[in-house]
T-cell receptor
Framework: DGGITQSPKYLFRKEGQNVTLSCEQN?????MYWYRQDPGQGLRLIYY???????QKGDIAEGYSVSREKKESFPLTVTSAQKNPTAFYLC????????????FGPGTRLTVL | AQTVTQSQPEMSVQEAETVTLSCTYD???????LFWYKQPPSRQMILVIR??????QNATENRFSVNFQKAAKSFSLKISDSQLGDAAMYFC??????????????FGKGTHLIIQP
């Protein structure tokens, strides 16, 4: 089955620790995205990547980092510099082209204790 | 920067009735794309419908249709014959035409749709 996988579904970390969220897709999509969702809020763009070894900051990139070494993978690291990291994180991918649908993964709920 | 506003935090409709969800946006661009996404309790984001700004004809997908008013920067979603499975958060989203075709989406804060049986 083609799709996007995010792991783990739930993640708990202590304050001050870096944590990496996984996102893998087998849809052969060039573009990948990370969004953050807080209660009562829409999704906000953290980072996106159009091709391998290239990525751009979104609206709320501070305290986050990404890499794109493989077309299929776009991991997100939440660093200790992120002031309020507890949130629901969604990964998406799409074929390049503005009209093309972004397909979303099931999300990871990160809780920092 | 573009902004998307959904002024209805919550809407309720009786099953089989019609409901309209509102969305307005602010942009200085002339070419862009608009989307409605659905997020059920599972939190999986699902595309409902999309509209190209240069097209005057409103998009339709089965029971879902939009009323796109470019001059007013309005993009409302109409759901006809509401079903229990339509209960979800609905997000309006904007995508710029520029940027190589792979920029992210700008989302509104969402409308929680409740379906009364």
């Amino acid at each position: 089955d083609g799709g996007i996988t995010q792991s783990p579904k739930y993640l708990f970390r202590k304050e001050g620790q870096n944590v990496t969220l996984s996102c893998e897709q087998n849809l052969n999509h060039d573009a990948m995205y990370w969004y953050r969702q807080d209660p009562g809020q829409g999704l906000r763009l953290i980072y996106y990547s159009q091709i391998v070894n290239d990525f751009q900051k979104g609206d709320i990139a501070e305290g986050y980092s990404v890499s794109r070494e493989k077309k299929e993978s776009f991991p997100l690291t939440v660093t200790s510099a992120q002031k309020n990291p507890t949130a629901f994180y969604l990964c998406a991918s799409s074929i390049r082209g503005v009209y093309n649908e972004q397909f979303f993964g099931p999300g990871t709920r990160l809780t920092v204790l | 920067a573009q902004t998307v506003t959904q002024s209805q935090p919550e809407m309720s409709v009786q099953e089989a009735e019609t409901v309209t969800l509102s969305c307005t946006y602010d942009t200085s661009e002339s070419d862009y794309y608009l989307f409605w996404y659905k997020q059920p309790p599972s939190r999986q984001m699902i595309l409902v419908i999309r509209q190209e700004a240069y097209k005057q004809q409103n998009a339709t997908e089965n029971r879902f249709s939009v009323n796109f008013q470019k001059a007013a920067k309005s993009f409302s979603l109409k759901i006809s014959d509401s079903q229990l499975g339509d209960a979800a958060m609905y997000f309006c989203a904007y995508r710029t035409y520029s940027g190589g075709g792979a920029d992210g989406l700008t989302f509104g804060k969402g409308t929680h749709l409740i379906i009364q049986p």
